[in-house]
């Protein structure tokens, strides 16, 4: 059971930016694909982002160009790196770990972007 706890979500103003953090429990972390979904109030569930265990990354173009995520295989953790924020980047942010047919999530950070 891989434990994902996320950190770094608040109210920001739009263009501004925010990090997300997302630190997991599992030593073999760096064997897991790693990503982000977002969901925004009454909205179905989006993907962001992932990061393989080889650090290719993936991007939605909702967020291509303006969102960048990457990892740390040393201390367990994954970023995501949110700049030019729009108000419809507001939603709740998770992150997941997922490795063959195995997915563990986060419980999510809020982030508000808002005047």
């Known amino acids: 059971q891989v434990q994902l706890v996320e950190s770094g979500g608040g109210l920001v103003q739009p263009g501004g930016s925010l990090r997300l953090s997302c630190a997991a429990s599992?030593?073999?972390?760096?064997?897991?694909?790693m990503g982000w979904y977002r969901q925004a109030p009454g909205k179905q569930r989006e993907w962001v982002a992932r990061i393989f265990n080889g650090d290719s990354t993936n991007y939605a173009n909702s967020i291509k160009g303006r969102f960048t995520i990457s990892r740390d295989n040393h201390n367990n953790t994954v970023s995501l790196q949110m700049n030019s924020l729009k108000p419809e980047d507001t939603a709740v942010y998770y992150c997941?770990?997922?490795?063959?047919?195995?997915?563990?999530w986060g419980q999510g950070t809020q982030v508000t972007v808002s005047s």
């Open positions: 599992d030593n073999i972390f760096s064997m897991y694909t």
């Open positions: 997941y770990a997922a490795r063959n047919t195995a997915s563990f």
